[in-house]
Every structure is written in structure tokens, then in C-alpha cells.
């Protein structure tokens, strides 16, 4: 669901990140008053379970592959503002370091990514649990899995029509698309078959999983209980484990090999074969546009081990998430903790 | 009963100007100083010997910047950051800092480069990654070493013993005097309340204390080491 550079016209990537300043404003001044300063830097490991669920790729209908977002599970744990801003912040180091995503469409990934799919996830796990009543384990975790397939599919459904719009609204005089090529009427079910069918159960399995396992392991971190301030700080080993094991198995990413839609390079999308026919044509706005070589394109690097660069892509992305939200509890005032009622 | 000249209330402005801005340098700078601590790294009780560290450092430096490898500078990458991902948010934050600097200053170099594009050049931030990796690793060894164990490193590479004894000398005497010129200008700036004419003269009268200060110190400071059989051969603190 990375929208790479260039598949979007700078107006819209410009009009996307407009957007999202506002949002970005309203999550940080939210943070502050809902997490204690010293639940800072666990969000970090909310953004590493994030940045570890998106490197693993699954293969769809249709030759293309996707993958788990998380943005719903860090919503659970450590509520929709944190995990905007932890999305946003994952998203930001796979577009510098991994070229996962583009640097101009940072604004329009965030505003997919990071914030309707946590906000939409977080809101209707709410609903449901209000609605049947918070008692019961399993009432939330129905509500989890319920939350986080409709969370990643109209997340989905946002990013289709950002592509879908591009060919309506920017062409060249030979009537060619300048940058995504493909209307609303190709994108939305190109996108939304995939996701309604695959990647949204594995997006709502991988949050039931790990939601599960830090209710009975941590329950501290959940943000139902930081709000109440329920209950004591525990050991939060069995979360570092879990996130070791995730990052050991991030290989298993690789085993789905084709490219997830509408993230091919400039140098495929001439072939991709679309209702029966290729493209034919290379749009001018990606064979020209600007992008950055970044170090570890797609997490690895020529004549590299994939499995290798993999594992030491996900260390990496997960030690900086947990170092940048520990410098960001600097930056928070010491104060008591809040109960948001 | 308050007498009637203290109940009135005065409403006396000092005129600016007059050598402030010196003045308050010189005991910004004096804070600063006198705040530098060398001697707090944070080094745990197993902490590997510094001769060991400073080897293994060296090492590292010279094989990162030789090395053509993408997957060493990646390794590196993981483990350093890993290794300072369980730090505590201060510490991390003073070993990032220098290593940031040292980042912007090699991408604003870099970058005419980057945004040109010229054909052969990758256009990529090696190099910046480079750089950014070689100052952490220093920071991390300065910052888990305490400064008399670097130099005890360095006697062991048998660096002569009078440059070690200048280095620990200057490490110690940079603090006091530091704090000995801070001290000085509060006990001024004290004093001088409305004395607002010609304050930068005494900004030579302070330096040239200091100075007389550090003299003094340093003669007291052999002669005690006389007293105490010092035999002109340093083997570091």
C-alpha cells in the first residue's frame, strides 16, 4: 500500500501532506496528555511491531503481494494519536532508508497509513466494545480483528483513489497518463479485491495475535489500562521476544515475489498487463520525476544476501524506531500521570 | 515602622551597554566548563579493559571506511543502534547528538552532489552513513570509558608519559578553572549592580586572575607532587 515516488503528481502529494500537518499537530498535543512520560518510548515498540508486520509480504490474487500495516494494534495499545505518530514515523524511515514508499508521497502514505487506518480501526473496536460490553476477552478480540480489517481496507480504498484520480486530472497532450496511468476504474478493484479477500485477514490476524499476547503478557501496555492507570508496570521481556522472533522470521517476507500493485518500478509498468492488454508506455512523470537512490532499496542491496539484508534491515528499523520515541520522552515534560476521562 | 525612604518605590533602570555582552560570554563560557565532566563515562563493572576498546575501535574505524561491502556498513548499522536502543534516553540522546552534527555537516556537503546527479556517482547516502556510523562508535567509546582509563590506554601504547600527564592535567584544570571564572563573575556581577559604565574593563582583570590563579596552581600543584615523591615519570591516573 506504499505509494512509491512519482505515482502521484506533486500537487496531490503536496495537497496530502497539507493535510496531514494538522493531524500530525492535533496527535502530538493529544500524546502529551494521554500517555505518562514514561510510556514514551514504549511506543517505539508499538511502531516496531508496525514497521516489522509491513516487511512481511504476502502474495495475492493476481500475481501481486501486500502486507499487515498494525496501525490498529498500535491503536489498541497505546491509543489512535500514538499510533498515528508511530505509523507516521515508520513510514518516515522506510521512505528515507528503504525506498519503501515515496519522500514526496510521505504525506499521502501517512494520511492512508497513519491516519484512517488507526483512527477508523480504533473507533470501531470502541464502538464494538461499548456496544457488547467490555467484560468478556473475547469481545475485544473479536472487535480487534473487526476493527483492523475494515481499518486497513478502507485505508486501502483511500490509496486507490489517490491513484485512480491521477490519470483523470494529469496527462500529457498524447493524452497518456504523466504519472499513475491506471483510473479509478482499474485501481479501486485492483486494490480492493486483494485486501477485502487477503491482506485485510492477515492485517486482523497479526492484530489478534500480538493483541492477545500483550493482554496476557504486559497488560500494562494496553490502552484501555493507561488511560485507567489500572495496572502495575511488568517485565516487558516477553514483548522484546516477541519482537526478536518477528524480526528473525521477516525473511519468510521474501517468499512472495511478485510486486504489490501499483508499487512497480519505472522500468515494469510498461509490461504490467492490466484487463488483457499492457500499458504499452512508460508515464513521463515516472520515467523523469525525481527520486532518491536510497541506501537499501526494497530492504536489500545488490549482490547482498536477501536473507541477510532483511534481518539486518528489520534490526535496524526497529532499533530506531525504539532510540527516536526514547528522544522524544525527553522532550515531554515530567508530569503526573493524567486520567483522561 | 518602616522608615519612609524604603516604602517608596524606586524605579532605577541601569542604562545598557558597557561591555555586558563580553561579560556574560565569559561566564556562559566559564558555566560550560566548569559543567564538562570526562571524568563520568557510563562503564559497567565488566566493561571490557580501554587498551581492548580502543583497539577494537581503531579496528572498526579503519575497516568501515576502507570497506566496499554494503552488507558491513549494514551490520554495523544494526548492531550499534541495537546496542544503543537499550541505553537510557539521556545517554543515547549525547551519543546521537555529535553524530547528527557530524551528519548535517557531511549531507550539506554532499549535497550540490546528490542534487546534480552527475553520471558515476551513486547517488545515495553512503558516505553520509559513513560518517554518521564511525562518530557514533567514537561517542559510544567516550561515553562508556572513563577519560583516566583512556589514557591509561594510551599509556600502554607507550605514548610518551609527559603528553598523557599534560592531556589529564588539562582534562582537570579545563573544570576549575571553568568554574573558578564563573564564580569570579557572579561574585562581580553581585557587586556591580548599577556599576554599568565601563564593564568591559574588567574583563582583563578577570582573565588576568584566572590567569595569576591557574600559575599559582600549578606551582602549588608540583610541589605537592614533590612532597609526595614524584619522580618525573607519569604512568597516568
Known sequence: MHIPENYLSPVTCGVMTVAMVPVWAHAIKKVKVELPKEKLPLVGVGAAFSFLAMMFNVPLVGGTTGHAVGGTLIALLFGPNAACLAVSVALLLQAVIFGDGGILAFGANCFNMAFILPYVGYAIYSMIVKRFGSEKASVHYIAAAIGSYIGINVAAFAAAVEFGVQPLLFKDSLGNALYCPYDLSVSIPAMMIPHLAVAGFVEAIFTVVVFAFVRKTAPDLLFENIKTGATEAKSHIPVFALIAVLVAATPLGLLATGTAWGEWGSDEIADVVTNGSALGYTPSGLENGWSLDVIMPDYAMEGMNEVVAYILSAIIGVALLVIIFKLASLLVKEKKVSNVA | ?237
Open chain 2, 1 to 237: 515602622m518602616l522608615p519612609n525612604w524604603l516604602t517608596t518605590t524606586e524605579a532605577y533602570e541601569p542604562p545598557k551597554g558597557g561591555g555586558t555582552f563580553a561579560i556574560k560570554t565569559m561566564r556562559s563560557f566559564g558555566h560550560m566548563m566548569g559543567r564538562l565532566q570526562f571524568q563520568q563515562g557510563h562503564e559497567k563493572r565488566h566493561a571490557l579493559p580501554a587498551l581492548v576498546k580502543f583497539f577494537l575501535l581503531v579496528l572498526a574505524i579503519v575497516f568501515l571506511s576502507w570497506t566496499h561491502q554494503l552488507v558491513a556498513l549494514l551490520a554495523y548499522a544494526a548492531v550499534l543502534l541495537l546496542y544503543l536502543s537499550t541505553w537510557p534516553p539521556q545517554d543515547i540522546w549525547k551519543v546521537l547528538r555529535g553524530a547528527l552534527i557530524a551528519v548535517v555537516f557531511s549531507g550539506i556537503l554532499l549535497a550540490p552532489a546528490m542534487m546534480l546527479r552527475p553520471e558515476g556517482i551513486p547517488n545515495n547516502l553512503q558516505l553520509v552513513c559513513k560518517v554518521f556510523l564511525t562518530v557514533m562508535m567514537v561517542s559510544i567509546f567516550n561515553h562508556t570509558t572513563q577519560w583516566n582509563h583512556i589514557t591509561g590506554a594510551l599509556r600502554k601504547l607507550h605514548v610518551p608519559g609527559v603528553v598523557i600527564f599534560t592531556l589529564d592535567l588539562t582534562l582537570k584544570y579545563i573544570v576549575i578553572l571553568g568554574r573558578f571564572i564563573y564564580d569570579v563573575l557572579t561574585s562581580y556581577s553581585l557587586r556591580a549592580v548599577g556599576n554599568h559604565r565601563k564593564k568591559y574593563k574588567s574583563v582583563g582583570g578577570v582573565m588576568g586572575i584566572t590567569f595569576i590563579r591557574g600559575a599559582n596552581m600549578s606551582q602549588e600543584m608540583y610541589e605537592a607532587m614533590r612532597c609526595r615523591g614524584f619522580t618525573d615519570d607519569y604512568r597516568g591516573l
